[in-house]
């Protein structure tokens, strides 16, 4: 089952990101916004390209939902952490950062 601190510890290990504040959320960038976490850590917003959006709610459906306005419309997905196994909360941020990181960055992984 993936945690807050999970998402926060493995956010971090990814080349450039820090967090900041964002509203009533934890936001994790590199260049731009890739996740942000809510302030009661249970659900976390991923920022999907529309087909990515579509594979992970297909895949885990009971996890992964498009966020439910324009913002989702643009691949902004919400995820229930505690339906995710680590492997999965991986995968969507290593997925959610590629956005995020300048095209001279993509290529390295991890700090």
Not at 7 to 26: C, I, K, M, N, V
Not at 32 to 44: F, N
Not at 48 to 66: G, I, R, S, V, Y
Request: a positive charge; charged letters at 25%; proline letters at 5%.
């Amino acid at each position: 089952m993936a945690t807050a601190d999970m998402l926060r510890r493995l956010a971090l290990s990814l080349e450039g990101t820090a967090e900041a504040p964002h509203f009533d959320r934890a936001a994790f960038k590199v260049k731009r916004i890739y996740v942000t976490l809510a302030a009661d850590g249970l659900t976390a917003n991923f920022k999907f390209a529309p087909d990515e959006q579509q594979f992970k709610c297909m895949m885990l459906p009971d996890a992964f939902f498009p966020v439910p306005n324009a913002w989702g419309r643009q691949g902004w997905t919400t995820a229930i952490l505690s339906r995710l196994e680590e492997a999965d909360l991986r995968d969507a941020l290593e997925t959610a950062w590629r956005h995020a990181v300048p095209n001279s960055g993509k290529s390295k992984r991890h700090r």
